[in-house]
């Protein structure tokens, strides 16, 4: 594979506060609905927790210390010859759980953040679909999501 169609490296953090999960939505001009947790591509010559802090913060203005991996997950879309894999790392807040309202990112990519309940998740579309059983433990960590299609 030359580098051009290597698949695309991104890590997300599962933050769970007040048994809330922090979700966002990384389509721009609400192209989608679909939910996912914070984070995005890694940056050469950056730990992936380095990555990780960096993302969460340009996505929420919120400060997190990283900890375990606990999913892999994958997805494509085979028309377009791409293909993600995300690491998903167990984090915790450094400070206050509050959203500032008029937070933007630096891309303006990121449309909605909010806190949820498992019960406000069944509610979502959200991706991966394991998302909700590793966050909440059910599943053995660290998991593995197999590639699936991309979902917009």
């Not at 950056?46 to 913060?57: F, Q, W, Y």
């Not at 996505?59 to 010859?81: K, M, Q, S, W, Y």
Request: hydrophobic share 40%.
């Amino acid at each position: 594979m030359t580098p051009s169609n290597s698949p695309r490296l991104a890590v997300r953090a599962l933050i769970l506060h007040d048994n809330r999960l922090l979700l966002v939505n990384a389509w721009p001009e609400g192209k989608s609905d679909l939910m996912c947790a914070p984070g995005g591509g890694v940056e050469k010559n950056a730990s992936l927790p380095d990555n990780l802090i960096r993302e969460v913060h340009e996505e929420t203005g919120l400060r997190i210390a990283v900890g375990a991996p606990c999913l892999v997950n994958e997805f494509h879309d085979p028309d377009r010859r791409f293909h993600q894999v995300d690491v998903y790392f167990r984090c915790s807040l450094l400070d206050g759980p509050q959203i500032d309202a008029n937070w933007r990112d630096l891309e303006d990519i990121v449309t909605d953040r909010r806190w949820v309940s498992r019960d406000d998740m069944a509610r979502l579309r959200v991706k991966p679909d394991s998302l909700a059983a590793v966050a909440w433990g059910d599943a053995d960590a660290p998991g593995y999501d197999p590639l699936e299609p991309l979902v917009v």
